[in-house]
C-alpha cells in the first residue's frame, strides 16, 4: 500500500518555467523526503523535511511541510530539461517503525 | 565505495522457478530496504533489516518471497515459484539510519516471469 498521492500525475512545462508537485499523506510522519527517479533506474535522494520544519530550500529546490493538512509541495525553479524525471515523496511513519512509503509520483517532462 | 551495488541488473525466467537477487548497501550503512516497483507506480516497501535483524515485512508479501542479511552485510531476496505478477523492478536501498536517514538506492533488479 502506498501512503503518499502526489499530484498532478504529470506535468509538462517549458524550459525556464517553475514547477510545482504536491503531496498528500495519510498518517502523522517523523520527516519527509523527496527521490528524483530517471527512466528505468533508481531513486536519488533530494531533500528531506522533518515533521518541526515548515520550509526548506536546496539550490533551486524548496520544499514545503503543512503536517496539519499531511501535505507536502516540491518547488523547482527556473526548470531545465535535465530536470525531466519521476519525483516520489517518501514519508516515514510516526509509529515506530523505519520503514518508508513512497507515494506515485509525478512525471515531469520539462521541454526545451 | 561507490554506492548501492545490485545483482543481476535484468533476470528472465518461467514461471514456477526460483529467482535470487542480491544486493550490496554501502558498506557503514545499517538498515537496508527491499523495494518493488512497476511500471507507473511508486516503489512498494516489501522489508527491512537493521544490520542482520530483519524487522518488518510488508503483509502484501506472500510466503513465496524472503529476504536475508548474513552478518549484517550484503542481502539476498529470494522469490520462489515465480508468478507472472512478481514481473517488476526490485530495488534495494540503504540508509545509515538515525540522523541520517536519507536512502541510498541501487540501480535495481528488472524481472520478467515470461
Known amino acids: 500500500s502506498q501512503q503518499g498521492e502526489e499530484d498532478p500525475q504529470a506535468l509538462s512545462i517549458q524550459e525556464g518555467e517553475n514547477a510545482t508537485m504536491n503531496c498528500s499523506y495519510k498518517t502523522s510522519i517523523n520527516n519527509l523526503q523527496w527521490y528524483r527517479q530517471n527512466s528505468g533506474r533508481g531513486l536519488v535522494h533530494l531533500i528531506l523535511i522533518r515533521s518541526n520544519e515548515r520550509e526548506k530550500h536546496s539550490g533551486r529546490l524548496r520544499v514545503t511541510l503543512d503536517t496539519s493538512k499531511k501535505s507536502s509541495s516540491l518547488l523547482i525553479t527556473a526548470s531545465r530539461a535535465a530536470d525531466t524525471a519521476s519525483y516520489f515523496c517518501?514519508?516515514?511513519?510516526?509509529?515506530?517503525?523505519?520503514?518508508?512509503?513512497f507515494g506515485t509520483g509525478t512525471r515531469l517532462k520539462v521541454l526545451a | 565505495d561507490t554506492g548501492v551495488s545490485q545483482n543481476p541488473r535484468h533476470k528472465i525466467t518461467k514461471r514456477g522457478q526460483n529467482v535470487t537477487f542480491r544486493c550490496d548497501p554501502i558498506s557503514e550503512h545499517n538498515r537496508l530496504y527491499w523495494y518493488r516497483q512497476t511500471l507507473g507506480q511508486g516503489p512498494e516497501f516489501l522489508t527491512y533489516?537493521?544490520?542482520?535483524?530483519?524487522?518488518?515485512k510488508s503483509r502484501l508479501l506472500s510466503d513465496r518471497f524472503s529476504a536475508e542479511r548474513p552478518k549484517g552485510s550484503f542481502s539476498t531476496l529470494e522469490i520462489q515459484r515465480t508468478e507472472q505478477g512478481d514481473s517488476a523492478m526490485y530495488l534495494c536501498?540503504?540508509?545509515?539510519?538515525?540522523?541520517?536517514?536519507?536512502?541510498?538506492f541501487g540501480s535495481g533488479t528488472q524481472l520478467s516471469v515470461l
Open positions: 517518501a514519508t516515514e511513519p510516526n509509529s515506530g517503525t523505519y520503514k518508508y512509503i
Open positions: 536501498a540503504s540508509t545509515l539510519g538515525v540522523g541520517d536517514e536519507k536512502l541510498f
Open positions: 533489516f537493521q544490520n542482520e535483524a530483519q524487522l518488518e
